[in-house]
């Protein structure tokens, strides 16, 4: 399926709304052509932006590498952290333009997407810094070093046309639906549909066409160019000869109503990008498995030769023998011509050596030697041709196990790993966990999550917890009015081991609690506050901490399972499950760790959380594991 150009300014508009105030955390290659970029916000959930040759969406999976993409490295030194500033598209071309920037350093990424389609990056100049692919055209040429270089454009920018932009088909004397397609540069799927809806015979010439039908083109397209641009779809999948997915309802068979076009382009090229791995995957088994069959064939044919072959010989053995019993006593007897005849072989003579040629075999023969003589030596020769047939057996059966151990090999071959994001809920952008009491407790990562916390999630039945200590979150007990001593003391365990008491290992810290009205949302008058900072009026209930230590754990939450991190006492409920401790090991060397745990203990389970999954759940800091399990 090939994306129309009024289609990807949909997408384009689309994707840059959703995708605003996101910054890139990490960027997969999936294809050759096909790249994968997560992007993150501190507030909301992540977005997966595919970047392909044949078109740019928003997917809800993740599918494994399934062959090496060259861009893949220089985009992880160049683009990660940085921000999508801006996705444009000139027109209706079927070119899209990422702008990316990262403190002073920008970033363009051109995808193409006509023709073999192309990924180009460059600097804010415009200057190619690497690319899918070279080109070297009459009109351009495009290769590392080189500044980018757009093709012509030809077409009636059709997002801005007008009823006079028509009127030149009164002139045409070729069919009206060829005009449409021609001038507009649409897909024939929108040519028909337009056509059909100004009920205007397609294959009527141009010049035979009233000033009314004109005006019935006129609309008809720039209504189905708008409700495609603006979103005013009806989308559907159609499945026929090819699959692909339309905006809007057209006429046809096959069509099934989907919920959003973003989501029927996320089915049919997702589907694409398997299909294409999966040819890539078995293209080598094919391979082998055909050049055995091969092989095969040709060794089943050689048994049927060589036996063929033995069986004449012997025949033409047991002819002279028979020619003994009719007085014929040597080769060089006249009656020998004719009996050789009757049985396909004949004497000839070549380079002063006599031969008896069976068919195409030939066997050198001693015309003085005795009929039963010569007859022995072609009994021998057949003896020889059979003894050749085993040897070819035994080689058809070893090609014949080879086969079998190859297709097996490609059956059970590695297929391409597809994992579907689930939707998460709003408070895994954040740190979290539930109590011992089963009550939601969800805490700030930085400074925009503390002030997301409290300005965005702050209910009046929540209770606020914080630490005087430098880099500690605001923590909220969620919902409860009279909560547990087992809760209040969880939840301040969490403050003060989210905040720098966990690097710098520092034991015998307190953690306070409020009530929400104490806490206020602005700085007194003439004062000022850093970003994240509140002012917390009267009285504050500390509750110390003892010990430092933390639960990792993979946790059953209504239908799905989530990695989180809290208080001890979660283990009790966990999955699985690993105790930790400040100091020790690195951040990313730990979370390593963790995760081969938990796969050995749930593999199916833990699968679908990454290694980044675990060190985000981590305190910041060293740490250790103590003890691990799983319920």
Request: net charge neutral.
């Amino acid at each position: 399926m090939a994306l129309a150009g009024i289609e990807l300014r949909y997408l384009v508009n689309d994707i840059n709304k959703r995708i605003e105030g996101y910054y890139v955390s990490n960027i997969y290659g999936i294809t050759k052509d096909s790249l994968l970029f997560k992007f993150h916000h501190p507030e909301k959930s992540d977005i997966l932006l595919m970047l392909s040759t044949f078109g740019i969406w928003i997917t809800n999976v993740k599918i494994e590498q399934i062959e090496p993409n060259k861009l893949l490295k220089h985009l992880r030194s160049n683009i990660l952290r940085s921000k999508l500033r801006e996705i444009k598209q000139i027109g209706t071309e079927r070119i899209v333009y990422l702008t990316l920037s990262y403190f002073e350093k920008e970033f363009v990424i051109v995808v193409e997407l006509f023709g073999d389609g192309n990924i180009i990056i460059c600097n804010n100049e415009m200057k190619i810094l690497a690319l899918s692919h070279s080109i070297n055209v009459k009109h351009r040429q495009l290769r590392v070093g080189s500044q980018y270089v757009q093709p012509p454009l030809d077409n009636l920018d059709i997002l801005n046309m007008t009823e006079k932009d028509f009127e030149p088909i009164h002139s045409a004397p070729i069919a009206v639906a060829k005009w449409i397609g021609k001038t507009l540069g649409l897909p024939r799927k929108y040519i028909e549909e337009i056509t059909r809806s100004a009920k205007v015979e397609s294959k009527k010439k141009g010049e035979e066409i009233s000033n009314e039908e004109v005006k019935r083109l006129f609309d008809s397209a720039t209504q189905i160019v708008n409700n495609v641009v603006t979103g005013k779809h009806d989308p559907e999948i159609v499945r026929d000869d090819e699959m692909y997915v339309n905006p809007i309802s057209l006429a046809g068979e096959n069509h099934e109503k989907i919920s959003s076009f973003m989501d029927g382009l996320d089915t049919v090229f997702t589907e694409s990008i398997l299909a294409k791995g999966k040819t890539i995957q078995s293209s080598p088994f094919a391979k082998k498995i055909s050049e055995l069959e091969t092989r095969l064939d040709e060794q089943t044919k050689a048994i049927g030769i060589v036996t063929e072959k033995s069986e004449k010989i012997a025949k033409v053995a047991n002819s002279l023998f028979e020619g003994v019993s009719q007085g014929i006593s040597s080769m060089d007897d006249s009656k020998i011509t004719a009996l050789l005849k009757t049985n396909n072989s004949e004497i000839v003579k070549e380079k002063g050596i006599t031969y008896l040629k069976v068919e195409d075999e030939k066997i050198k023969i001693d015309l003085n030697s005795s009929l039963p003589t010569t007859a022995s030596a072609l009994f021998n020769e057949s003896k020889k041709q059979k003894a050749a047939i085993g040897s070819i057996e035994k080689l058809l059966e070893k090609t014949e196990k080879e086969l079998q151990k190859v297709v097996k090999k490609g059956e059970g071959a590695k297929q391409v790993s597809v994992t579907q994001v689930r939707k998460k809920n709003w408070f895994e952008r954040y740190r979290w966990f539930y109590t011992t009491d089963g009550v939601l407790a969800v805490g700030g990562r930085d400074s925009s999550s503390n002030s997301a916390i409290i300005r965005k999630h702050l209910e009046k039945n929540d209770k606020v917890f914080h630490a005087e200590i430098s880099g500690s979150p605001f923590f909220l007990l969620k919902d409860n009015v009279s909560p547990t001593p087992a809760s209040l003391t969880e939840v301040a365990h969490a403050t003060i081991c989210f905040s720098k008491v966990w690097k710098e290992a520092f034991y015998g810290s307190s953690a306070y609690w409020v009530n929400p009205d104490q806490v206020k949302k602005g700085a007194p008058s003439g004062q000022s506050m850093a970003k994240g900072s509140f002012m917390i009026e009267g009285q504050r209930n500390f509750v110390k901490i003892s010990s430092l230590k933390m639960c990792v754990a993979i946790i059953k939450h209504e239908e799905s399972y989530l990695l989180t991190c809290g208080p001890p006492n979660m283990k009790n409920t966990a999955i699985c499950y690993a105790m930790i401790e400040p100091t020790g090991q690195d951040m990313p060397d730990v979370a390593k760790r963790i995760r081969y745990e938990f796969l050995s203990s749930n593999e199916e389970i833990a699968k679908p959380f990454s290694i980044d999954d675990f060190v985000r759940v981590l305190p910041t800091g060293a740490c250790n594991i103590t003890e691990s399990g799983s319920a």
